[in-house]
């Protein structure tokens, strides 16, 4: 077995990677009493658990195995590339065919009344069927894929707020991390969402997006 290497480490956890698996450890806070600093870890790897393994079966996303302790979640390694990282690189047609199934999985999640709660492109891994492929589908019937991470702030909502905030986050990821061409790449999530979800849905989620704003910039 190979030398476990700890590749992120944020305040709320950190993320290991052993051999072909990674393991999401949520950190102790010494500020909180013991064993409520136990109970609020072990609740939240079990709620995240159960978001992954939900979203595992809907959409691209790491089925979790059997944690190892009450603050591990243990997952496949996705050997692809941080899509933040590496959007930008390709060309204009390539980004909206990656925003066309970005939309049609956010979709698919919000059928199941999973909120993700970060969708940003650095919580995205982009798996390319062959090297230096694009995510075109090709003559072959092979498909490039798009892997969702990192559900420690999702959870499970019906609610147009909750869908509308979720894509909220996703657009000011683009524009911040990928302004070039942040609204044309929008545009193209939007549109493969509303496909996917249905019209009169997505409409009442776009609607309460334009008033998520509208009170974003009151407050400022």
């Known amino acids: 077995?190979?030398?476990?290497?700890?590749?992120?480490?944020?305040?709320?956890?950190?993320?290991?990677?052993?051999?072909?698996?990674?393991?999401?450890?949520?950190?102790?806070?010494?500020?909180?009493?013991?064993?409520?600093?136990?109970?609020?870890?072990?609740?939240?790897?079990?709620?995240?658990?159960?978001?992954?393994?939900?979203?595992?079966?809907?959409?691209?996303?790491?089925?979790?195995?059997?944690?190892?302790?009450?603050?591990?979640?243990?997952?496949?390694?996705?050997?692809?590339?941080?899509?933040?990282?590496?959007?930008?690189?390709?060309?204009?047609?390539e980004q909206k065919q990656i925003m066309k199934s970005l939309g049609e999985n956010i979709a698919k999640l919000h059928k199941n009344e999973i909120i993700h709660g970060d969708l940003t492109?650095?919580?995205?891994?982009?798996?390319?069927?062959?090297?230096?492929?694009?995510?075109?589908?090709?003559?072959?019937?092979?498909?490039?894929k798009v892997f969702f991470i990192d559900f420690g702030l999702g959870y499970i909502s019906r609610k147009i707020e909750d869908k509308a905030v979720d894509l909220h986050l996703l657009k000011q990821a683009l524009e911040a991390k990928h302004f070039k061409n942040w609204k044309e790449l929008f545009k193209e999530v939007s549109k493969s969402y509303e496909k996917t979800l249905g019209k009169t849905e997505a409409k009442k989620v776009f609607e309460r997006i334009t008033a998520v704003e509208k009170r974003g910039r009151y407050r400022h």
């Open 1 to 93: 077995m190979k030398e476990q290497k700890l590749i992120q480490q944020g305040a709320e956890a950190k993320i290991i990677l052993n051999d072909n698996l990674i393991i999401k450890d949520r950190i102790s806070k010494s500020y909180r009493i013991p064993e409520l600093d136990k109970s609020i870890r072990k609740k939240r790897t079990k709620s995240e658990t159960k978001l992954l393994t939900k979203a595992s079966e809907i959409i691209n996303s790491p089925k979790p195995l059997t944690p190892s302790n009450e603050s591990q979640i243990i997952m496949p390694f996705i050997k692809g590339k941080k899509l933040s990282e590496h959007l930008d690189k390709f060309s204009l047609k």
């Open 121 to 144: 492109t650095s919580n995205m891994i982009y798996l390319p069927s062959k090297k230096n492929s694009v995510f075109i589908k090709g003559d072959d019937g092979r498909e490039d």
